[in-house]
């Protein structure tokens, strides 16, 4: 039975929207209830949770979506991999409580937690200083870079050597990555799920799998989009802060010849902070649901 706020929403042709959200479930810096505060003040009638890897925000943010009167739509962000390809897959309209969704996901953060300690236990032997477990221990879902590389900034020795090795006094989180996470002799891995085993599950539980924000990977390609459509992936990001208008283009076409369902999303995880002019997308990026072809079929 649709509630009056389904009722809102499917009387709207064109209304703005956010299918790709992260909270500080995964590598966001806003609790669930916050986000939803910021993206109500932004006009959006229907928005997504799409925490990496976890469901863990997806109460909360529902909850503050009714008291906001926004559309909540359930999600997830995933890292998948096809064979040697690694990408990133939406899910939406799933059944989140079902257990072996649960135990996939579990097993997934168990992985990255063991591959977080490995790492950290390297920095260490490059002379930083740092206490493992005492950072392991803040993480019960995804443990994300950009919130290791905060944890491992708090200690003053760390912030000097890390400066002084890049040359730099105010370095941001992408340099920091490209020098210590990124390195060739040390490179931490996300964990990765096979897209063949999230489809099986699909088939059990439901929901659209996206193919999102291919272009900020340089994987906005036909074949791997033929090859995504063929196994039973239902849609393309189009509208993305991270494609250019040429690849947004590209990415609408392609998702009209492969009958993809077009959606959009923000992507977005912090304000910037230090002062500039630009804090967050909201301010240059818009997603409205009337360019995106098919969308209703995961808005509703």
């Known amino acids: 039975m649709p509630n009056d706020l389904d009722n809102f929403v499917c009387l709207q042709k064109n209304m703005l929207i956010d299918l790709q959200l992260h909270s500080n479930y995964s590598d966001g810096y806003l609790t669930p209830t916050e986000l939803v505060k910021f993206v109500a003040g932004q006009g959006i009638k ?11 925000g997806l109460d909360e943010f529902r909850e503050a979506c009714k008291k906001l009167k926004i ?13 040697n390809q690694r990408l990133n897959l939406l899910w939406f309209n799933f059944e989140e409580k079902n257990p072996e969704l649960h135990k996939i996901l579990r097993n997934s953060q168990i992985r990255r937690k063991n591959q977080v300690r490995r790492f ?27 919130h290791l590389i905060d944890d491992i900034l708090l200690e003053p020795l760390n912030r000097q050597k890390i400066n002084k090795q890049l040359g ?3 370095p941001r989180d992408s340099e920091i990555m490209g020098e210590f996470f990124r390195d060739k002799n040390n490179i931490l891995r996300e964990s990765y799920i096979e897209v063949k085993r999230i489809l099986a599950l699909r088939k059990k539980i439901g929901g659209q799998l996206v193919f999102n924000h291919p272009a ?9 989009m033929k090859k995504l459509k063929d196994l039973g ?38 304000h910037e902070g230090n002062n500039y002019r630009l804090q967050d997308y909201s301010q240059y990026f818009r997603v409205d649901s009337k360019y995106l072809k098919g969308v209703e079929k995961i808005i509703g």
Do not use: W
């Open 46 to 56: 229907v928005a997504a949770l799409t925490d990496h890897n976890t469901v863990g």
């Open 168 to 170: 730099l006094d105010n």
């Open 216 to 224: 900020k990977h340089n994987q906005l390609r036909r074949d791997l």
């Open 71 to 83: 559309k909540p739509i359930t999600g997830l962000e995933l890292y998948a991999k096809l064979g």
């Open 233 to 270: 992936v239902d849609g393309l990001e189009v509208l993305s802060p991270h494609h250019s208008v040429g690849a947004v283009m590209y990415a609408q076409a392609m998702a009209k010849e492969m009958d993809f369902i077009s959606t959009g999303g923000s992507d977005f995880h912090c």
């Open 120 to 146: 950290l236990k390297k920095l260490e032997k490059r002379g930083l200083k740092i206490e493992t477990d005492k950072i392991l221990d803040k993480y019960t879902h995804y443990i994300p870079v950009n």
